[in-house]
């Protein structure tokens, strides 16, 4: 149980388009999402915590406008890149807070800009 | 403010030897530790919380808050704990239960 998943796990897009990444817990409902940012041999750096029915909440240094988060569902945060340029490109991974607090990590979604 | 430091960019044990994994954090209010591993190709996953007070795949870690440490011990390292370790921090009782994780120990264990 407790599964996290996300939507594609790889991307290529062009500089200047917009990018969509999907989150979902698959067996579990999750008011709390949160989105992470991966470079290369580096740790996770926590971009925003993404509320169901609520405004996500950015962290210092994070553009809102740059990377809008939606949380429609309790099973379902977005993630999407706008304006896209080529140092965005990272491995975006989103978490979901399940039982007792536990964050369920999904696989990550490695999104390279041209 | 929050903080969590892994002094260790990677660690590497001979097959049998003890292994401890540091971690130092810096938190105002009641912390909650965290390790999580993540293992080549796959996702990152809980590995054991302080609060469970528990062992997972003979990994042991104890929160020191004299000396605001979360070390994780195994007395006999095992070649399939080679993976990329993180220490994160959450607050007890938060709501918004954010985690900030440190910059994470490669641990590679020799045959």
């Known amino acids: 149980g407790a599964v996290v998943s996300q939507h594609p796990s790889w991307v290529i897009c062009k500089s200047g388009t917009s990018v969509k990444i999907e989150c979902r817990s698959l067996d579990f409902q999750a008011t709390t999402m949160f989105w992470y940012r991966q470079f290369p041999k580096q740790s996770l750096m926590l971009m925003a915590t993404?509320?169901?029915?609520?405004?996500?909440?950015?962290e210092q240094g994070v553009e809102k406008d740059k990377f809008l988060i939606n949380h429609a569902s309790l099973t379902l945060s977005t993630l999407t890149v706008t304006s896209a340029h080529p140092e965005d490109s990272s491995f975006y991974i989103c978490?979901?807070?399940?039982?007792?607090?536990?964050?369920?990590f999904g696989p990550g979604t490695r999104l390279t800009v041209l | 403010a929050q903080r969590v430091t892994q002094p260790e960019k990677l660690l590497s044990v001979f097959k049998g030897a003890p292994v401890e994994l540091k971690c130092n954090y810096s938190?105002?209010?009641?912390?909650?530790l965290f390790w999580y591993v993540q293992y080549s190709r796959q996702r990152l996953q809980l590995l054991l919380r302080h609060i469970s007070r528990e062992s997972i795949k003979g990994f042991t870690a104890d929160l020191n808050k004299g000396e605001t440490s979360f070390h994780l011990k195994k007395p006999f390292a095992q070649e399939e704990d080679s993976a990329m370790y993180y220490c994160?921090?959450?607050?007890?009782?938060?709501?918004?239960?954010?985690?900030?994780f440190g910059s994470g120990t490669r641990l590679s264990i020799r045959p």
């Open positions: 938190y105002s209010g009641s912390p909650e």
């Open positions: 993404s509320n169901e029915g609520s405004k996500a909440t950015y």
């Open positions: 994160a921090l959450g607050g007890a009782y938060s709501s918004a239960s954010k985690i900030i």
């Open positions: 978490s979901a807070r399940g039982q007792y607090d536990t964050q369920y």
